[in-house]
């Protein structure tokens, strides 16, 4: 019989309740379903180890400052300050030859020098041409060696150059911070020490919560944020890298 002729024309109550019921556990289930993913998507993974007490220094030197047997390289920027000379002084850069051009002097040699050599050279064709006791000032204003390289998960990927100390979440700032596809429990840190490729994986996450240190970052590092974003080569490297232990070279 069908039931909307029965008498009295009305369907029983029970059949919308027991309509809703599926619909309301097939909600719940989406919803049960989702959260899993989701946990999955952000968690910690990878066999890159958490909970490094001591990554080591990188090969290059720290950059606090650029020390004083720092080498100037091609594509440096130099600073160069001739006393009471305005017209002689300003910013320079080196071309990839290794060679800076000044007023005056023309073409000169910078490449593989200290900046105390540089000083030095500089006073001394100033000195025998066309200044007495020129005092010379050479610094490098920024390094083409000296620069953080961060990829993945983040608004603007890219190269950012080290003036100063730098940490992990600062690195992440300068990349103007993690998408909406990041996994902020799993960055990666790339560096090499003692001419080995070394990573560990940090938790940006327990860091930014002040429940783990947050890490220094070196000029030369490469710091990648896991997401589903990421490039398929870096995320084959995330998931895949042999490091069962405190940094093992991959």
């Given amino acids: 019989m069908n039931l909307e002729n029965r008498p009295g024309g009305h369907r029983p109550a029970l059949t919308a309740a027991a309509s809703a019921t599926p619909r309301r556990i097939g909600v719940a289930a989406l919803l049960a379903g989702a959260l899993i993913l989701s946990g999955c998507a952000g968690s910690r993974g990878g066999k890159i180890p958490y909970g490094v007490k001591d990554f080591g220094h990188p090969d290059s030197p720290a950059p606090t400052v650029i020390e004083e047997d720092y080498r100037v390289a091609p594509l440096d920027v130099l600073h160069i300050n001739v006393f009471q000379v305005p017209d002689l002084s300003g910013d320079f850069p080196v071309d990839l030859t290794g060679t800076i051009t000044l007023p005056l002097l023309g073409n000169v040699k910078a490449v593989d020098m200290t900046t105390n050599q540089l000083n030095q050279k500089l006073a001394q064709l100033l000195g025998a041409k066309y200044l007495q006791h020129p005092d010379v000032n050479v610094v490098v204003k920024s390094s083409s060696t000296r620069v953080v390289t961060v990829d993945g998960a983040v608004r603007s990927a890219g190269q950012f150059p080290v003036t100063g ?86």
């Fill in 165 to 250: 100390p730098l940490t992990l979440v600062q690195v992440v700032a300068l990349a103007h911070g993690t998408d909406e596809s990041a996994n902020p429990h799993r960055v990666a840190v790339f560096r090499t020490i003692k001419g080995e490729r070394m990573a560990a994986a940090f938790d940006l996450q327990s860091i930014r919560r002040g429940e783990a240190e947050d890490p220094r970052i070196f000029a030369g590092d490469i710091v990648v944020v896991d997401g589903s974003k990421v490039k398929s080569v870096w995320q084959t490297v995330l998931t895949s890298l042999p490091l069962l232990s405190l940094f093992r070279p991959f």
